[in-house]
């Protein structure tokens, strides 16, 4: 009783000493064994979901002739353009890369979590292009993007000293992601959409646009669709209960 007073523990709570088990239990250490540092978030969950790399092309080269204040203020505004249809879809950014972002998507369901990836991928390109013609009317170039949209289980907690400790994830699916994202630069299109994504959402995509591509540090090739403008993610994938949908997919199969 005096260490469940001293942590400030609820009502329910128990310490695991005083639990006699009749059956199995799945377990979660809530404090370390020395001190009382609460290490909820420290602990690692595994999770199936969608990751999404985004990077913007040839910034280096653009800002090469800009002064440090304009370098940081497009950025911003960049970001301010597009981070807005990543949360909305119920994504969150993992992390800031100078010119490029890291978002998940943190959903219930594998299902839920490709389907955010694929609206907001689509919708930062619609994002993108309203960003470009604001940056036309003041006689500036557009900005170009790479994005890289994989699902698969990774690794979630605190990874870090214990004083710097940021919240991340690891996984061979972040890896994919990534280089999906590089892949993008070479075929010159907004978005590389692993077939693993499209169908982790119950829908299709065109069989006939799939590529298969072996990418560095991954162990078996990836199939992904290459899509030129990413806002039109959504009219190129169809529901996987689509009738029409679902014959097209068997006969293209059928076809190779």
Same mark, same amino acid.
């Given at each position: 009783?005096?260490?469940?007073?001293? %942590?400030?523990?609820?009502?329910?709570?128990?310490?695991?000493?005083?639990?006699? #088990?009749?059956?199995?239990? $799945?377990?979660?250490?809530?404090?370390?064994?020395?001190?009382?540092?609460?290490?909820? !978030?420290?602990?690692?969950?595994?999770?199936? %979901?969608?990751? +999404?790399? +985004?990077? %913007?092309?040839? /910034?280096?080269?653009?800002?090469?002739?800009?002064?440090?204040?304009?370098?940081?203020?497009?950025?911003?505004?960049? /970001?301010?353009?597009?981070?807005?249809?990543?949360?909305?879809?119920?994504?969150?950014? &993992?992390?800031?890369? *100078? &010119?490029?972002?890291?978002?998940? /998507?943190?959903?219930?369901?594998?299902?839920?979590?490709?389907?955010?990836? %694929?609206?907001?991928?689509?919708?930062?390109?619609?994002?993108?292009?309203? /960003?470009?013609?604001?940056?036309? $009317?003041?006689?500036? &170039? #557009?900005?170009?993007?790479? @994005? *890289?949209?994989?699902?698969?289980?990774?690794?979630?907690?605190?990874? *870090?000293?214990?004083?710097?400790?940021?919240?991340?994830?690891?996984? $061979?699916?972040?890896?994919?992601?990534?280089?999906?994202?590089?892949?993008?630069?070479? +075929?010159?299109?907004?978005?590389?959409?692993?077939? $693993?994504?499209?169908?982790?959402?119950?829908?299709?995509?065109?069989?006939? @646009?799939?590529?298969?591509?072996?990418?560095?540090? =991954? &162990?078996?090739?990836?199939?992904?669709? #290459?899509?030129?403008?990413? !806002?039109?993610?959504?009219?190129?994938?169809? #529901? +996987?209960?689509?009738?029409?949908?679902?014959?097209?997919? =068997?006969?293209?199969?059928?076809?190779?």
């Amino acid at each position: 009783a005096r260490t469940l007073k001293a %942590i400030k523990a609820r009502d329910n709570v128990r310490l695991a000493c005083q639990i006699r #088990p009749t059956a199995s239990l $799945s377990i979660q250490r809530v404090y370390q064994a020395k001190g009382r540092r609460q290490v909820h !978030s420290a602990q690692g969950v595994e999770k199936t %979901i969608a990751v +999404l790399f +985004l990077d %913007i092309r040839g /910034f280096t080269a653009r800002s090469a002739g800009l002064l440090p204040y304009d370098i940081v203020f497009l950025l911003n505004r960049f /970001f301010d353009a597009i981070v807005p249809e990543i949360t909305m879809a119920g994504g969150t950014v &993992d992390k800031y890369m *100078g &010119d490029g972002l890291l978002a998940l /998507f943190e959903m219930n369901s594998p299902e839920q979590s490709a389907q955010a990836g %694929i609206t907001a991928a689509g919708n930062i390109g619609v994002a993108l292009a309203r /960003f470009n013609m604001m940056l036309a $009317s003041e006689g500036e &170039d #557009p900005v170009r993007i790479g @994005m *890289g949209l994989h699902t698969g289980t990774v690794v979630l907690g605190e990874i *870090g000293t214990t004083d710097n400790a940021p919240r991340t994830l690891i996984g $061979s699916a972040v890896n994919a992601a990534s280089r999906l994202e590089a892949k993008t630069k070479e +075929l010159g299109v907004e978005l590389l959409i692993s077939d $693993s994504v499209v169908q982790a959402a119950g829908m299709v995509a065109p069989q006939a @646009m799939l590529q298969d591509f072996s990418l560095r540090g =991954v &162990d078996h090739p990836v199939r992904a669709l #290459p899509v030129a403008q990413a !806002s039109t993610l959504e009219q190129l994938l169809s #529901p +996987l209960t689509d009738p029409e949908a679902t014959t097209f997919a =068997v006969a293209t199969d059928k076809g190779h």
